[in-house]
């Protein structure tokens, strides 16, 4: 039995099998290994037309090579850059992905009627209400004054009380609340909210400095009329019809997917 293995592996046509058949193995591990980038006709008369409207001529041999030359390249690059993860690591490119993803999944919208609006409008009518308006009226200061509590009680005295000068000025008419937080911050939207009318309070500090405020008038939150609003309506109708669409097909694809929380 030894010998006659012996004489099997010295046989010549052996080592042909092995050789060849390691040969074939590492062939297809490198072509299954390999990836195709095709360049399809679409894509070439498109490489043509951007350097025909910046140039202002079609590319000759030479330029169309490099042309192809590029495209390839950024579509090598594209899909490593896939394979190793960037676009889950990089925040911005990954909402631009998400983004894309949503409107080709959004279904087509038809125009409403207005009696669709009109409904859209009575049920969800929470969403149309104006905001707080705010009258009121400051003394600034860039610093914080030396006795605060004691300006404090000078104004509530009624004394006028010459602050540091502001850029919007020291009377604010009907402000609404958005504006006041984006000019001076939720803490001063909070002090407004729970001051007392035509009572001094603060000094409260924001970014700007040191405000001491008087609230004389609240213009409390009330529904806007259909007719004054229904171009946003109709913008919401649309949104809300294609959200809906694109939760179906969400709701299809989780299908796909298990989701783990961690607890």
């Excluded at 400095?209 to 609003?229: C, I, N, Q």
């Amino acid at each position: 039995m030894r010998r006659a293995v012996l004489a099997f592996v010295r046989d010549p046509l052996f080592w042909f099998f092995i050789l060849g058949g390691g040969c074939f193995a590492a062939y297809a591990v490198t072509v299954e290994s390999r990836h195709v980038i095709e360049v399809p006709l679409s894509v070439q008369a498109q490489l043509v037309q951007d350097h025909e409207l910046l140039i202002g001529r079609k590319p000759n041999d030479d330029e169309f090579k490099l042309l192809l030359g590029r495209y390839v390249d950024d579509e090598i690059l594209f899909r490593e850059s896939l394979a190793e993860g960037m676009h889950t690591g990089d925040v911005k490119m990954k909402q631009r992905l998400i983004e894309k993803m949503r409107y080709l999944l959004t279904a087509p919208v038809g125009d409403p009627s207005d009696t669709d609006l009109v409904n859209f409008y009575a049920e969800n009518q929470r969403y149309y209400y104006t905001e707080p308006k705010y009258v009121f009226v400051q003394t600034y200061f860039a610093r914080s004054p030396a006795d605060a509590s004691a300006v404090l009680r000078r104004l509530r005295s009624g004394e006028k009380i010459q602050g540091d000068e502001y850029w919007l000025g020291g009377e604010l008419q009907a402000y609404d609340e958005s504006m006041v937080r984006a000019t001076l911050g939720q803490a001063f939207v909070e002090a407004l909210r729970a001051a007392e009318k035509r009572q001094w309070v603060g000094p409260v500090q924001t970014a700007r400095g040191w405000h001491y405020v008087r609230v004389d008038e609240v213009l409390e939150p009330h529904v806007m009329p259909f007719v004054e609003v229904k171009e946003q309506v109709l913008r919401d109708w649309i949104d809300d019809k294609r959200s809906a669409s694109v939760n179906v097909r969400i709701a299809v694809l989780k299908e796909k997917y298990d989701v783990e929380i961690a607890r």
